[in-house]
């Protein structure tokens, strides 16, 4: 363990530690924050008196990330949320934007250091220890992630970094270099297993013992997961960040029953009914859209933040000692599809899938035939077959029956030729409208 004495501190004496900081951080707010005096203000709220402690938190309204982005403007670029001088910023980063301008992500050195910290304890969860070698593969480049990387030397790593796209450079650093880890995307995980198996390569007999994913869901579900440890004869664990709150803010211990929060301290975490915004009480095994809230952010906090994934939540005490709950991703609201009024996340679809190994090759595709959210049943699924596997018209009715009853969702099951669905080096697209 990283930081033993606050990774395994009672949670409710972490909670009355975040109370104080949330308390101090609403007073910067009110302080510095444009977008929250206004906010906070309409809510009835003039002060952090007014607004009380965390056991408070559930009145105030949530922020959502289209709301920000709607206070930024030529003059205010990064938006009315911003609250530090342009000198105490040492870095700005940007977040993909599927629209035209990205949106920015500004830090403070303070807040750069908290993440670094929060970080490499989400990834020294994993059990990689210092003197051990890892290859990444993400790119510093514009985007939040590129600030984990800094957490494999807090952690005491030796780092190989490699970039994303470069499958015989990562190739090469594994068979010279012996590293102990990867750190890959879990689509990337997957492609990489086949690409070995095509050239030729044995990575199970690799050096490494440990694939650490992270960037899309995926991980942490067990057919998937059995898939890559399978395919790597390694142990897989998972880490989560959300991009306007910070890096790796989650990471999966070696009992791989969820990712615990490494950024205790940094961020507060509430989970949400999505379509009603009521909070939900944390205990084992609720559902719910993933709130969080900054407790000791200098540069552009956020309050209540909707961050869009969809997790379950575990309270009760976990093996390894650390004391922090855990949540494990089940989807993003934007790839949400609803049909029949079921929530149906693609990613759910391809774990149900993946079940039918050794005659899939795990691969999916979810090909909605309306515009939007809603659908009307049977949902079109592309299911790709194993390597030399010939289309069977009962493997087709079985898979449709088992997405029916795990995910109380009808489709049409199309299976289609090994190799015919798009691989991807980072993140996968599992729905094609
Ligand atoms: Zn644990």
Redesign the pocket.
């Known amino acids: 363990m990283l930081e033993r004495e606050i990774e395994t501190l009672p949670w409710m004496e972490q909670l009355a530690r975040d109370d104080a900081s949330y308390r101090k951080q609403l007073g910067y707010l009110f302080a510095r924050s444009a977008f929250y005096r206004e906010k906070l203000a309409a809510a009835g709220c003039s002060s952090a008196e007014d607004v009380g402690g965390l056991d408070k938190i559930a009145n105030l309204p949530l922020t959502d990330k289209r709301e920000v982005k709607a206070t930024c403007t030529p003059d205010e670029p990064i938006g009315t949320h911003l609250c530090a001088a342009p000198d105490e910023i040492v870095r700005i980063y940007s977040t993909s934007g599927t629209s035209g301008t990205p949106s920015y992500v500004p830090v403070t050195a303070e807040d750069l250091d908290n993440w670094v910290t929060g970080s490499a304890r989400s990834y020294a969860?994993s059990g990689i220890a210092p003197g051990q070698r890892i290859v990444s593969t993400y790119n510093a480049g514009p985007f939040v992630a590129g600030a984990a990387l800094a957490a494999f030397e807090r952690i005491g790593l030796s780092h190989i970094p490699v970039g994303t796209g470069n499958t015989e450079r990562l190739m090469k650093a594994v068979q010279l270099l012996q590293p102990d880890a990867v750190v890959v995307t879990p689509s990337y995980a997957a492609h990489l297993v086949e690409w070995a198996a095509e050239h030729g390569l044995d990575l199970r007999a690799s050096s490494v013992e440990r694939v650490l994913v992270a960037g899309e869901p995926g991980g942490g579900e067990p057919a998937f997961r059995e898939k890559l440890e399978d395919g790597w004869g390694a142990k897989v664990t998972e880490a989560m960040g959300i991009g306007d709150i910070g890096v790796s803010l989650w990471g999966e211990?070696?009992?791989q029953?969820g990712m615990?929060l490494g950024a205790r301290g940094f961020a507060h975490v509430e989970l949400i009914d999505s379509e009603t915004g009521a909070a939900l009480e944390l205990e084992d095994g609720v559902r719910g859209e993933l709130v969080l809230t900054h407790l000791q952010h200098r540069a552009a906090p956020l309050l209540r933040f909707r961050t869009r994934d969809h997790v379950e939540l575990w309270t009760s005490p976990?093996?390894?000692?650390?004391t922090a709950p855990?949540v494990r991703c089940i989807g993003r609201t934007d790839d949400m599809l609803i049909v029949r009024g079921v929530n149906v996340f693609p990613t759910a679809i391809r774990e149900v899938v993946s079940g039918f190994a050794p005659d899939v090759s795990g691969y999916i595709l979810v090909k909605p035939e309306a515009v939007g959210v809603k659908q009307q049943p049977p949902l079109p699924v592309s299911v790709e077959l194993a390597r030399g596997a010939t289309p069977d018209a009962a493997l087709a009715r079985a898979i449709g029956e088992r997405l029916r009853d795990v995910l109380v969702v009808q489709t049409r099951v199309e299976l289609v030729p090994w190799g015919s669905l798009r691989r991807s080096e980072y993140k996968s697209t599992l729905v094609e409208h």
């Open positions: 969860a211990c070696e009992e029953s615990h976990c093996a390894c000692g650390r855990r």
